[in-house]
Each structure stands twice: as C-alpha cells, then as structure tokens.
C-alpha cells in the first residue's frame, strides 16, 4: 500500500510542478502588457489551484478505496489463519489423545506379557 501511496504523491506533484512551471513559462514568453499579464498568471493561478484540488480529492478517495480494500482482504486472511491454527489444534489434540490412548493399552498388555515370558521360561 505505501509503495502506491508514494507514487501517487510523486505523480500530484509532479502534476502540479509542471502545470505550474508550463503556465509561467508561457504567460512569459507571450508578447503581453504587464496588466494583461497579471491577469492571465492570476487566471492560470486559479485554475491550477482547481485542478490541484480536484485532483488531490481524487487521490484521497483513490486511497481511502484501497484502505478499504486491503482492510476487508486483511480480515479476511486473518479469519483464514484463525481457522487454520484451529484445525491444526484440534489434529494435534487428537494425534496427542491416540497416542496416549495407545500408550495407556500398552501398559495394560505389559503385565501379561511379562506373566507369559516368565511362564516360558520357568518351561
């Protein structure tokens, strides 16, 4: 997200920066009068300061669409991941179970099989 971020920045700024460097170099370089002049660098000045804040309304709402976005993809992931450390806990409870299981009937057939082997052996 924040490399986007930047590059709109970048981008708004150097939108603004040539607007205004373009509007300057020509009201210059026009044969004009002085008064002629400050109108026209007064007019461009207000219809860049427009632009600029169109575009800068664009650029936020641009922005709060994709916080918006990554905000619904990050619980989503997170609701996956919750899920997942569940299924895992629960196979992990029930693998520790059988084995515990298994280990408690092992214990219970060592007793006989012990009486068995000495019985062989006293043969």
Excluded: C, Y
Excluded at 23 to 36: D, F, M, N, Q
Excluded at 40 to 49: C, L
Excluded at 77 to 103: I, P
């Amino acid at each position: 997200m924040s490399d986007h971020s930047g590059r709109s920045k970048d981008f708004l700024l150097g939108a603004i920066v040539g607007s205004v460097l373009g509007a300057v170099t020509a009201l210059l370089l026009a044969p004009k009068s002085g008064k002629e002049l400050r109108a026209d660098i007064s007019e461009k000045a207000h219809t860049i300061s427009e632009k600029t804040q169109e575009l800068a309304g664009t650029v936020g709402a641009k922005t709060q669409e994709l916080a918006k976005n990554v905000s619904v993809h990050t619980d989503e992931w997170v609701q996956k991941a919750k899920e997942v450390v569940d299924t895992v806990s629960e196979e992990v409870k029930t693998w520790k179970e059988s084995r515990k299981e298994v280990a408690i009937s092992e214990e219970e057939m060592m007793p006989a099989d012990a009486e068995v082997l000495s019985r062989r052996q006293l043969r």
